[in-house]
Nanobody
């Protein structure tokens, strides 16, 4: 059974940091590109960061470049999102996604709230 389980969300003050984790099981993690998306209330889900499975290349939304870092540990079947200098507009549910060709898996999401 495929599972993607996100953790690490919570309430943080503006300027603070959080590290999100997504633990994967039920598929060959190292063969999948991994990414983080977020969805704020009333808005569409948007790509935050992605990391490839061959070279580990990364790409980021312009709004998070220089502040967020995506990484993966294939030995632990886990992908991370380090979020620094958080802004209130980062408040959203953050989702982990695994993708390979036409196969896509999604996690259930973790809430991140940036507020003083």
């Amino acid at each position: 059974q495929v599972q993607l389980v996100e953790s690490g969300g919570g309430l943080v003050q503006p300027g603070g940091s959080l590290r999100l984790c997504c633990a994967a099981s039920g598929f060959t993690f190292s063969d999948y590109a991994m990414s983080w998306y977020r969805q704020a209330p009333g808005k569409e889900r948007e790509l935050v960061a992605a990391i490839g499975y061959v070279t580990g290349s990364t790409n980021y939304a312009d709004s998070v470049k220089g502040r967020f870092t995506i990484s993966r540990d294939n030995a632990k079947n886990t992908v991370y999102l380090q979020m620094n200098s958080l802004k209130p507009e980062a408040t959203a549910v953050y989702y982990c996604k695994a993708a390979r060709w036409l196969t896509t898996y999604w996690g259930q999401g973790t809430q991140v709230t940036v507020s003083s």
